[in-house]
């Protein structure tokens, strides 16, 4: 006889921006009983006894301001009907389904975006209980693990992203790598666009960029962390992986969005280094108020499966999201919840000097990644001065200096400010 899982009695709440023309209470039924045991129509063997053991059940509705733009198409609107909005916690049965990162998907995710009865349906938030965290262990460097690897304490660890992004030959790649390597730079990252191209295959560009990495560790005694992209099918990554390691590698990175959570999970099983877990495709998800999934969800579930660096995007980026959201973001991937530890988050899109005061006053923390692609590799007098004006203006920041004080005593961060605009 199979043994009662310790987690039988279970459940996760799963919390929801709902609208709908229906009453809410209607519309939130028809999304529990969707995601569990109802259909359009009652069918044999749908007792009350199990629906009693395995329905989903609505256990919280607060209403929100309704938000007409947000409405999706083919939304069930009775005639007058005025549009709702709630926030709608819903507690699934962990029995249903078991402390499985793709099924726990299907059960809060799954239809409910087709269902007519909803005008708009978003996952905002997941409550896990403690088997998710048995079964996946979560992060295996995070910021301890990654600061130990790349020697920074007590501030950021500043980087960069491989520009231009594709079409970069071999020699001109090994030259930015040894220029930057010696400028000191803690983190150089492929663009999420490099992959195994035939003018620059992946094992190549692992052979030179490693290369260029081992001699200058010896020449200053550090060792640059490089995120080599592998993302692919998931025995590419499990090669590509094993290819890096083999080559004094420190770091992989995965398009989280893309390769999907179960094979972020696999990769977690067998790395030996940090996974930097890069967000592209996720504004599908997470950018609409009226569908997808909310990224403090997101996070927790990359966390949940592995991911020691999480993108969040940056202050003052050139994407959409507000300096709130990303500030969410942030405190969200450094809190520990649902005993799944804190990931390192990673700041990138945009990124100059410009934004390092706001970053460091509105953030109040030094575990960050702050990647700058243009805002070190287009500063006038080269990569290695930009990367000495992000630090110079964080400096300004941490002693209350305005950027505009501390150029002065600083060329190269006077010359950031020139190239890359706005006030001092």
């Not at 709908?20 to 519309?27: H, I």
């Not at 696999?266 to 997470?286: F, K």
Request: charged share 20%; with cysteine.
């Amino acid at each position: 006889m199979t043994a009662t899982p310790v987690w039988e009695d279970e459940t996760v709440v799963a919390e929801y921006f709902l609208q709908s023309y229906l009453p809410m209470a209607d519309a939130a039924a028809a999304l529990a009983g969707e995601q569990s045991t109802a259909t359009f129509v009652a069918v044999p063997g749908e007792t009350q006894a199990l629906r009693d053991r395995h329905a989903a059940r609505v256990v919280g509705v607060e209403a929100v301001e309704p938000q007409e733009d947000a409405v999706l198409r083919g939304s069930l609107r009775p005639e007058q009907a005025a549009l709702s909005a709630a926030r709608v916690r819903v507690a699934f049965p962990l029995r249903n389904f078991g402390p499985s990162v793709p099924n726990l998907m299907a059960a809060v995710l799954g239809n409910l975006f087709e269902l007519r009865e909803l005008a708009s349906v978003k996952l905002l938030d997941l409550d896990l209980p403690a088997a998710f965290a048995e079964r996946y262990p979560g992060p295996q460097f995070g910021v301890p693990g990654t600061r130990r690897l790349t020697d920074v304490r007590e501030r950021p660890l500043f980087g960069t992203i491989v520009k231009p992004s594709i079409g970069m030959p071999a020699e001109r790649l090994a030259a930015l790598v040894r220029e930057l390597v010696h400028a000191g730079i803690d983190v150089i990252k492929d663009d999420e666009l490099q992959g195994d191209p035939p003018h620059l295959p992946f094992d190549e560009r692992v052979r030179v960029v490693m290369r260029e990495i081992h001699a200058g560790a010896q020449a200053t005694g550090r060792m640059t962390m490089y995120a080599f992209n592998i993302t692919g099918e998931i025995d590419e990554m499990r090669r590509r992986h094993e290819h890096v390691v083999a080559h004094g590698g420190t770091c992989v990175m995965v398009c989280m969005g893309i390769v999907g959570l179960p094979a972020l999970a696999e990769l977690r099983r067998e790395s030996a280094v940090p996974i930097h877990a890069h967000r592209a495709m996720l504004g599908a998800l997470i950018r609409s108020v009226g569908i997808g999934i909310e990224f403090r969800a997101y996070q927790k579930l990359a966390r949940l499966c592995g991911a020691d660096h999480v993108h969040t995007s940056g202050l003052g980026n050139k994407f959409y999201e507000p300096d709130s959201d990303v500030v969410r973001s942030v405190r969200a991937v450094l809190t520990p919840s649902d005993g799944i530890s804190p990931a390192l988050p990673v700041l990138s899109s945009g990124q100059t000097p410009r934004a390092m005061p706001a970053t460091h006053a509105r953030l109040g923390t030094d575990d960050l990644m702050i990647l700058a692609g243009g805002g070190i590799l287009a500063h006038p007098h080269g990569a290695a001065a930009g990367l000495r004006a992000m630090h110079e203006a964080w400096a300004a920041a941490q002693t209350g200096e305005s950027l505009g004080e501390r150029a002065g005593r600083s060329a190269d961060l006077a010359a950031a400010l020139t190239a890359f605009g706005g006030d001092a």
